[in-house]
């Protein structure tokens, strides 16, 4: 059997979830739903980022000690992947045990290979944004020095361990030129590339200033970087470091790392540095998807306009919420959420192109056929679109081979818009009066259409989906990706349809 491992990045617990993470997750849900339907053998993690400076700081601003402050956050994190129906494998926190031994591990193994040093560090740190600086890469605001994202930054002295990054390049270099899709989309490696072309600087790795943190291997004056810590966990998951346990042979390296614009430089350079060092495999594939705004505006809490997933969930809908995130702007690209593009997608994707389509042929069925799927004689029209409909499992697989998720979606609308005109033009209504048994036909062909979109909706919209397949009473055995090319079963009795993808209707709070 294929295997397929996926991650989210784990999210610092220092604020509470907002669409930006409920966002990178979907696009793994989909996927790791995705490649199960079509027989892999998935594991998709997810999870929590807790240690560092920043957290450390916002317990003692609530006067709570890290571990309980980490807990209560953490929690948030999970809730969300319930709200959204994520079907993660695994949920790691970094403050668990299983983590801490892997990093430690990780650090013995890059310190046994010659790739660790003691030294003194000096240099600009922002907290925020836990990376370091060069003075070039600072921004000067009212005479103030800031990082280039704008956050505050201090200078620090003190004893450091340092990665020995700088003597990566080279090899670095050659896995970007021998791997044409490893950092995706192609805007994000041309960044990466040259950025590693200007040369690398030795990483510091450890920090003296605060506690909060996984301890370096005997000297726990130190704790370590917080990415170092971080970006273990796609290994402790796996029950690293027991690399003869079956799962890390088997998922070890990741297929995909999802990941935000924001923090690719630390996927796509330490991360696979870090990894040759230690003499472990490479991920196959980093992909960095832009950033959503709010009608125009960047998203930030001091603006106030943090767009909370929990809101759209409960005014749109789940499936709606996840259809919209998905549809509206093509995967990489920076996005705009706004109230008119959610409701049209809402009102005219889903609860007409493809609500009515299902609503309008099954109730036919339901009236005129003692709600009993009809059996069809099929003409080359009927075949066509059926046919049409099938294949587009294949164009859908290779779009999400490339997460082009609005791609994947646009494909099965278009044989949606197809349907729809299927019905229009063949207008089952009217030949309930002349003919019975092409009315059949034809809304067997509905039916099958129905099927189809309904299999390959799944990862998607999987309650909506399974709704779907439920009306047409396709058993569950019977709606992986292999049974796409079955056929609707004739004979079989039908429920009254119900509606699937209710209109949104404007309420008066605006
Ligand atoms: O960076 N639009 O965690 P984090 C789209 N702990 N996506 C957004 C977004 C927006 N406006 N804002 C945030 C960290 N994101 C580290 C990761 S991994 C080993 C450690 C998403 O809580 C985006 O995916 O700041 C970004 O990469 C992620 O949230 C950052 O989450």
Redesign the pocket.
Known sequence: MNNYYI?????????KP????A??SLACDILARFKRLDGFDVHFLTG??EHGQKVEKSAQAKNINPQEFTDNVSQNFRDLADLMNFSNDDFIRTTENRHKQACQKLWQELEKNGHIYLDKYSGWYSVRD?AYYTESELIDKDGKKLAPTGAEVEWVEEESYFFDLSKWQDKLLKLYDENPDFIAPKSRRNEVISFVKDGLKDLSVSRTAFSWGVKVPNNDKHIMY??VD??T??LTTLGYPDEKNKKFEKYWGADL???????IR??AVY?PALLMASGLDLPKRIF??????NEGE??SKSLGNVIDPVDLVEKYGLDQTRYFLMREISFGN?GDFSRQAMISRTNSDLANDIGNFCQRSLSMVFKNCESIIPNPNLNDGDNEIINNAKQCLETVRLNLDKQEFNKALESIWKIVGQANKYVDDNAPWALKNTDLDRMGTVLYTCGELIRIFGILLQPFIPNSASKMLDLIAIPEEQRTFKNINNSLQSGVKIDKPQVIFPRYVEQDDG
């Open positions: 991650t989210t990045p784990i999210y610092y617990v220092n604020d907002h669409i930006g993470h966002y990178t929590t980022d836990e917080v990415w971080a970006l966990n796609y790392h999802m990941v935000g614009k924001d923090i630390f996927h991360w960095a998807h832009g950033w959503w705004t960047k998203i920076d």
